[in-house]
């Protein structure tokens, strides 16, 4: 039985559970990565609460815009939506030392480190076992960092699961690029802080 499947015979276990216990806190960097992530969720039964923690997106008016993306999207399906205010100058600490590594590199892995253990924080203080992150959406990203980062938070705040979901398995990053144009969402062309931006955009 593949991975796909075996998550939705969960569906029907879940169902019978409490509320607060079908609740998954995901870490979004934007509306549009969210998109897929957030029905595909809603589908095996658990319940997306959407938080919103990307002191890295640069400059701040297109944080600014892709938080609002995030926010209509959310309001018109009805998701929950938790906004982490956080001044730049967090992630240029935290990837000190890293500005010129490439795309792919350490700089992305301490900012995947960065957000998602912010994450795991907001996760235990709302009383929410488990969370996720819809940065493994993007063929851009490398799941394994993704994952090894979340662990790693989950590992440092007890009490609390991160769950490994590559959601761009199953044609997903395709899926959530339709979901994003057939909600008219601005999709930006680069990943968000000011060392991704690329030299043609």
Do not use: W
Request: charge should be positive; include cysteine.
């Amino acid at each position: 039985m593949s991975e796909f499947y075996k998550k939705i015979k969960t569906l029907y276990d879940k169902n019978d559970l409490k509320e607060e216990d079908r609740k998954i806190l995901v870490h979004c960097c934007c509306a549009v990565c969210f998109g897929y992530p957030s029905q595909y969720l809603k589908m095996l039964g658990y319940i997306p609460v959407a938080y919103f923690f990307n002191p890295n997106i640069y400059p701040l008016e297109e944080q600014k815009r892709r938080y609002e993306e995030l926010e209509k999207y959310c309001s018109k399906y009805d998701f929950e939506l938790i906004k982490e205010d956080a001044a730049p100058e967090v992630f240029y600490e935290a990837i000190k030392g890293l500005e010129d590594e490439p795309e792919k590199g350490l700089r992305c892995n301490k900012c995947f480190e960065l957000r998602l253990l912010k994450a795991a924080q907001k996760a235990k203080e709302l009383k929410i076992g488990q969370f996720t992150t819809t940065l493994s959406v993007s063929p851009h990203k490398v799941s394994k960092n993704i994952f090894e980062a979340g662990n790693k938070a989950a590992k440092t705040i007890s009490g609390v699961k991160f769950l490994d979901f590559d959601f761009k398995k199953n044609n997903g990053f395709n899926v959530t690029q339709k979901i994003a144009t057939y909600n008219n969402m601005y999709k930006q062309t680069y990943c968000g802080c000011e060392f991704s931006i690329r030299k043609d955009a």
